[in-house]
């Protein structure tokens, strides 16, 4: 396996984990409401901090882009800039709350 299909395999990994933790806080939401409570902080931080991985796998895959490109490589032997980029950053929303 290439370097370039780990890091398009880590990167579905970690979108996956944003569409899960998101899903976990939307239902949690539905049944429990928006009360402020030590779950709901819970479920919020894995949600957060899986957003942040996204944001960093797709940042570290941009850069690694770029670099190579000072070093003079050919556009074939530089991978395109990872999925997960600004677009797909926008796309991952806070779940909404139910009633809104």
Do not use: F, I, N, T
Request: aromatic share 4%.
């Amino acid at each position: 396996m290439s370097a370039l299909d780990r890091r398009a395999d880590r990167l579905a990994q970690v979108h996956a984990q944003v569409q899960y933790h998101g899903q976990r806080l939307e239902l949690y939401r539905r049944l429990y409401g928006s009360r402020p409570c030590d779950r709901l902080a819970e479920l919020e931080r894995a949600y957060v901090s899986a957003r942040e991985r996204l944001a960093d796998a797709g940042d570290a895959g941009r850069r690694r882009a770029v670099a190579g490109e000072r070093r003079g490589a050919s556009p074939a032997d530089v991978s395109e800039p990872l999925a997960g980029g600004e677009e797909d950053r926008q796309a991952v929303v806070r779940p909404s709350r139910p009633g809104s």
